[in-house]
């Protein structure tokens, strides 16, 4: 259940009942063969899923991140880091100001990390409010899936080639990873990593990424219900 598909008497309703509501972070960056929106789409699409079981809702998704290492990339769109540090917080005071107390933050980029310190100065300073942090790549969770079938996650490989993030054909086979030198500005990352792919399977059998989406909204829908009223 998404702000979107609700008016404001609709949130004032629901705010009777229940203070959860699901925040996600995204980007718009290259990703390869990959949607350049895969940052977003992915932790919407284990947002969407966590709502039908639990109706928790989910607030308007963040479309773009800090992504200063790929603007050499057309279609990347790219925050400074502090305005995106700007933006999230004032999201998050805005919810908390309707009477949102439970604020799950689904982080679909790496970029985004910094935020994190922003919201422990916020959770200091808000009485009553509580933030948790999702980042589903980083989900001990998964740990398992990679270890059992011999899998390396990273950016624009087989991690995240979900059907809905997928708008062109993959190439077959792996990508040897490329030799990174240390921080790499936009056009030395470009000359560094060719088509985006940071290397690995392009894609992998669809059961194992069946396996993945599942353990995450696991993962998020447990984070949920330990907030429950």
């Known amino acids: 259940m998404r702000f979107s598909d609700l008016n404001w008497m609709d949130i004032e309703t629901y705010l009777e009942h229940d203070d959860r509501v699901m925040l996600v972070l995204g980007a718009c960056e290259q990703h390869g063969y990959l949607s350049l929106l895969t940052d977003v789409k992915i932790p919407l699409a284990l947002a969407d899923a966590a709502s039908q079981r639990t109706g928790v809702l989910v607030a308007p ?3 773009f991140g800090a992504s200063p290492y790929f603007l050499a990339y057309p279609g990347t769109i790219s925050l400074r880091v502090a305005t ?3 933006v999230v917080e004032d999201v998050v005071r805005s919810l908390y100001g309707h009477g949102f107390r439970n604020i799950l933050v689904l982080n679909g980029h790496g970029g985004n990390q910094p935020v994190k310190g ?4 916020i959770a200091s ?5 509580r933030l948790a942090w999702y980042a589903w790549w980083d989900s001990h969770t998964l740990e398992p ?3 059992k079938h011999g899998l390396k996650p990273a ?3 087989w991690l995240e080639a ?3 993030t997928r708008v062109a054909d993959l190439p077959e086979g792996e990508k040897t990873p490329p030799h990174v030198p ?4 936009a056009e030395e990352a470009r000359q560094v990593y060719g088509d985006g792919s940071f290397g690995g399977p392009y894609a992998v059998d669809s059961a194992i990424m069946d396996g993945i989406f599942n353990a995450c909204v696991g993962d998020v829908v447990g984070m949920l219900e330990e907030w429950k009223r």
């Not at 922003?118 to 100065?121: D, F, P």
């Not at 300073?125 to 409010?129: H, K, R, T, W």
């Not at 240390?182 to 500005?185: H, I, V």
């Open 61 to 63: 998704p963040l479309n």
């Open 84 to 86: 995106l540090l700007d």
């Open 118 to 121: 922003r919201l422990y100065e």
């Open 125 to 129: 300073e808000l009485p009553d409010l």
């Open 145 to 147: 899936i990679f270890l």
């Open 155 to 157: 950016h624009a490989n």
């Open 162 to 164: 979900f059907d809905f």
């Open 182 to 185: 240390g921080l790499l500005g």
